[in-house]
Nanobody, 117 residues
Framework: EVQLVESGGGLVQAGGSLRLSCAASGLTADDVIIGWFRHSGKEREGVGDISTRDGSTYYAAAVKGRFALSSDNAKNTVYLQMNSLKPEDTAVYYC???????????WGQGTQVTVSS
């Protein structure tokens, strides 16, 4: 059974930083895409993704330059470092796993990030 568990969310002031973690278990493929999404009550928004094969990353324009993805394959964990946080970054953040950037088969339960002004 595949499980994705996010952690690291919380309350932070604008300009602050948080690091989210996505711990994966049960994935049998070495080459997967881990994507991060957020939902603030509007539409779900893609934040970025990372390839566990080569570490290549993609970031949405809204977070590029502020957020950074990294992976520790030995720990089966992907990290989302979020810097210079803004109130509009407030959302539930989810990680997901799939074979490519457009197909996600597994989702975590989400972690709340709240940025106060």
């Amino acid at each position: 059974e595949v499980q994705l568990v996010e952690s690291g969310g919380g309350l932070v002031q604008a300009g602050g930083s948080l690091r989210l973690s996505c711990a994966a278990s049960g994935l049998t493929a070495d080459d997967v895409i881990i994507g991060w999404f957020r939902h603030s009550g509007k539409e779900r928004e893609g934040v970025g993704d990372i390839s566990t094969r080569d570490g290549s990353t993609y970031y949405a324009a809204a977070v590029k330059g502020r957020f950074a993805l990294s992976s520790d394959n030995a720990k089966n964990t992907v990290y989302l470092q979020m810097n210079s946080l803004k109130p509009e970054d407030t959302a539930v953040y989810y990680c997901a796993a799939g074979p490519d950037r457009w197909t996600y088969d597994y989702w975590g339960q989400g972690t709340q990030v709240t940025v106060s002004s």
